[in-house]
């Protein structure tokens, strides 16, 4: 089975500034993983994914994350946020077979200042 | 292509009645997987269907709810003599093959009086 951790539940951050949302995952297969986004009252967007390949993933709107499979990381990071960035994050991962059921994250909300 | 389609957007039921969520996936997916978020909380997966078949359903509640993806038009969660606690955001998502990435429709946000 798989799970996520996502360390922050609230990251407040001024803007223009850097920011990093910290995502923790364990598994004892292959993985798949995903960056989400959630504005008030609105579906889940996929801002980014991990498949395979090279481990550095841009996504939309300037975001990117590293998969580190040695610390079982998935962080995102944006260099400079803007005030539309306010939203919340899940990370999510999947098993590589079969079900591909999502494991989701409890949610980071960030928060730019102006 | 249109995305991923939910309704209603918004439900209200009173203790007891009858709840009927809507899904209709993006065009040319047929793998449908219905998570429930909880206010503060994450999602949670409940059920993987294919048409005509529920492959996993090892997060759906044992009783008041069922789900269906029947061969022709939308899947449809289904929660029966619903409860305060039901009250949730439930998103369906979908894809085209089983390893794919799943898409996200907007929601049904069931409140229960």
């Known amino acids: 089975a798989q799970s996520v951790t996502q360390l922050d539940s609230q990251v407040p951050v001024f803007e223009e500034a850097p920011v990093e949302l910290r995502c923790n995952y364990s598994?004892?297969?292959?993985?798949?993983l995903f960056w989400y986004v959630q504005y008030p009252n609105q579906g889940l967007q996929l801002l980014l994914k991990y498949l395979s390949g090279s481990t550095l993933v841009k996504g939309i709107n300037g975001f990117e994350a590293e998969f580190n499979k040695s610390q079982t990381s998935f962080h995102l990071r944006k260099p400079s946020v803007h005030i539309s960035d306010t939203a919340e994050y899940f990370c999510?991962?999947?098993?590589?077979?079969?079900?591909?059921?999502?494991?989701f994250g409890t949610g980071t909300s960030l928060t730019v200042i102006p | 292509n249109a995305g991923v389609m939910q309704n209603p957007r918004h439900l209200v039921r009173r203790r007891g009645q009858e709840a009927r969520l809507r899904c209709s996936p993006m065009?040319?997916?047929?793998?449908v997987y219905w998570y429930r978020q909880l206010p503060e909380e994450g999602l949670k997966f409940m059920v993987y269907l294919q048409k005509e078949n529920i492959i996993d359903e090892s997060g759906m509640p044992k009783e008041r709810f069922s789900a269906e993806f029947p061969k022709e038009g939308p899947s449809i969660l289904r929660i029966q003599q619903v409860v305060r606690g039901d009250s949730a955001a439930y998103f369906c998502?979908?894809?085209?093959?089983?390893?794919?990435?799943?898409?996200f429709g907007p929601g049904t946000r069931l409140t229960v009086l």
């Open positions: 998502a979908s894809s085209q093959t089983h390893t794919d990435t799943q898409y």
């Open positions: 598994s004892s297969v292959s993985v798949y």
């Open positions: 065009k040319g997916h047929s793998h």
């Open positions: 999510a991962v999947s098993g590589q077979r079969g079900g591909n059921q999502f494991y």
